[in-house]
């Protein structure tokens, strides 16, 4: 399988980092996305991928950073002339308008010559395809929003991490995370590949939870503009935009 870090900034986009996009290949074949930040397109077609040829989409959370190359992603798939369907796995809260954005930008269901599946993260597995099962976890990352709940109902809070099984080996993609210890169940009993978000989180954290949980390869992704609290260690690395690593 190989990672591959397409997006490896924050909020803030710098000339050097683009926001969270993540690409997934399977040893059977498969392509799933996992964010579709800004210049998400773009980024695939600099590694030789054609944007049509995704298998699935999983966004984590409704920060821009997140999901803000979606309606390109799904233009050019039509430009591409995709013809099946594309599950997208996001938080309910964002479905509805979601889906009211890009017919908005006139990508409306009856032009588009491929369905889009959105689908809720609700229950488990989201995914199970080929030997290949991707699980989504809450996390604790927006709930700093609670106290400004009432004022915006159509707003649930919702974010997740991803647990992706494959044989033996298990992928952790944090996404973004109140505290490290967000990730607890979906890290279980650890993996060979976790993919940890390097802005909500410390140095400091993980070293007592990898003694519980842990993991061959760390890769930090979701970097901030003034990163202070990562550097490149033995098993951890700072990931940037185009890097991969094979498991
Ligand atoms: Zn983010």
């Known amino acids: ?15 050097e980092r683009s926001p969270a996009s993540h690409l997934l290949e399977t040893d059977n074949g498969k392509i799933y996305l996992f ?15 054609n944007p049509s040829s995704l298998d699935a989409l999983f966004i984590s959370h409704l920060h821009p950073d997140h999901w803000g190359g979606f309606p390109l992603l799904i233009q050019t798939m039509h430009l591409e002339k995709r013809s099946s369907p594309l599950p997208v ?9 979601l889906r009211r954005m890009l017919e908005m930008g006139y990508l409306f269901k009856e032009i588009l010559e491929f369905e889009i599946r959105f689908l809720p993260i609700l229950k488990n597995p989201l995914l199970s395809d080929g030997g290949i099962t991707i699980s989504a976890y809450p996390t604790r990352h927006l709930k700093k929003y609670f106290p400004l709940g009432h004022l915006h109902p159509a707003n649930l809070m919702e ?3 991803f647990r992706i099984e494959a044989g033996e080996k298990t992928i952790v993609y944090s996404a973004d995370l109140a505290a490290v210890d967000d990730i607890t169940e979906a890290a ?18 993980l070293e007592p939870f990898l003694k519980f949980h842990p993991f061959s390869h760390i890769v930090i992704t979701h970097i901030p503009p003034n990163n202070k609290s990562w550097k490149d260690e033995d098993n951890i690395i700072i990931s940037y935009d185009g890097f991969y690593i094979e498991i």
């Open 35 to 49: 964010d579709a930040g800004d210049g998400t397109t773009k980024k695939l077609y600099s590694i030789g991928k």
């Open 1 to 15: 399988m190989r990672w591959t870090v397409l997006g490896s900034g924050a909020g803030k986009i710098t000339a």
């Open 159 to 161: 974010s997740f991490c």
């Open 188 to 205: 279980d009993t650890g993996g060979e590949l976790l993919v940890m978000e390097g802005m909500h989180t410390k140095r400091e954290e």
């Open 89 to 97: 796995f996001i938080p309910e809260e964002g479905i509805t308008t």
